[in-house]
């Protein structure tokens, strides 16, 4: 039975999430404190984590980012904000969604399955291959889904590695930004493309030495991506 964490103040709306999930079969713990989730989440391996932004103790962000330095346990962040650009730090923080209240419960229930099928069928992937790859002193490999640059080892979220690994599997060739989200995220996933390119952002900070002048990961204006292979 997989486990699902809800981090939310918000009693009646953290119940509410719990019962359409356990309908659909899944096991719910419920934490209100975000000091207290953030040590649930150390000591124990949910396969998902419903994230609110604001909470007493540590705020969703933080707990975001401290656990994007360990681990890549999928997860959902729930906010009553609408702006943007809390938006994009949550993904830039490893977020791998993020919805807005009020939303539908349904809804939630289908993001949680499609995050946690797509994230299994990629700690599965197997190629045939090989396990690694090589690309201008950047190693990749699928089986630890470990990333290392000259020699150091560079921390990445799930989606970050996910996306890493799908653009340096197709060198050379440009992937639209609506290609690289069904392939990532999923045709049954829920959002929009700013997710592509926040993520893409935040990959080349870590392996570029320029970020602005990418030896990697280029953009094709009005087109996509390409990752360069040499």
């Known amino acids: ?3 699902i964490l809800i981090v939310e103040d918000e009693l009646n709306i953290a119940e509410l999430e719990r019962d359409y999930l356990e309908i659909e079969g899944f096991a719910v713990e419920i934490e209100s ?3 207290k989730a953030l040590i649930k989440c150390q000591n124990n391996n949910y396969d998902l984590i419903v994230l609110d932004l604001m909470l007493p103790g540590l705020d969703g962000f933080e707990i975001c980012r401290r656990l994007r330095k360990t681990g890549t346990v999928p997860i959902i962040m729930i906010s009553a904000k609408t702006e943007d650009m809390d938006k994009i730090r949550g993904l830039g923080l490893g977020a791998d969604d993020y ?5 539908s419960p349904l809804e939630m229930v289908a993001r ?12 599965g992937f197997r190629p045939d291959s090989g396990d690694e790859i090589e690309i201008k002193g950047l190693m990749i490999n699928k089986t630890s889904r470990r990333v290392m640059l000259n020699g150091k080892e560079i921390p990445f979220s799930s989606k970050e590695f996910d996306l890493l690994v799908f653009l340096a599997l197709n060198p050379n060739r440009v992937l639209s930004k609506e290609q690289i989200y069904v392939n990532i995220w999923g045709e049954e996933a829920f959002g929009d493309l700013t997710t592509v390119a926040v993520h893409i952002r935040k990959i080349r900070e870590k392996i570029e030495l320029d970020p602005s002048h990418p030896q990697y990961l280029e953009t094709v204006w009005g087109a996509g991506y390409r990752f360069t292979a040499g």
């Open 99 to 103: 919805m807005v209240k009020p939303f």
């Open 112 to 123: 949680v399955k499609a995050h946690i099928a797509r994230h299994e069928r990629l700690l």
């Open 1 to 3: 039975m997989k486990t």
């Open 33 to 35: 404190n975000g000091d």
